[in-house]
């Protein structure tokens, strides 16, 4: 296992790519809804899976942290630090639209 980088382990970039995934999800929800400020009956497919990829995403990125960070902490750290981002960067339109 020395060696081999972290960023090579599925745990390391699913997180990552989820956020992606995720982020698309919500830019394509808005660009075929249209304006997100007017409130919809119900909140809809697109939150719905939001709220679902949340909740994986902490799992993942929990598990993550707990399987790598005692072997390798400093790339670890810098990995986790991308993954939050990553979070962030698809967490931005539902805050900035009060979605």
């Known amino acids: 296992m020395h060696g081999i980088s972290v960023l090579k382990k599925p745990s ?10 995720a ?7 808005i660009m075929i809804v249209g304006d ?3 409130p919809p009956e119900d909140e809809g ?3 719905h899976l939001f709220q679902l990829w949340l909740v994986l ?14 072997q390798k ?16 960067a698809a967490c931005f339109p539902v805050f900035y639209f009060h979605l």
């Not at 390391?12 to 995934?21: K, M, T």
């Not at 995403?57 to 005692?70: C, D, S, V």
């Not at 790339?75 to 981002?85: D, P």
């Open 12 to 21: 390391a970039w699913l997180p990552i790519v989820l956020s992606l995934a």
């Open 36 to 38: 997100p400020t007017t």
């Open 45 to 47: 497919t697109a939150a």
């Open 73 to 88: 902490p400093y790339e670890t750290s810098f990995i986790l630090a991308i993954q939050v981002l990553a979070v962030l």
């Open 23 to 29: 982020l698309g999800l919500i830019l394509a929800s």
């Open 57 to 70: 995403e902490a799992i993942l990125i929990m598990f993550f942290a707990i399987k790598w960070m005692p």
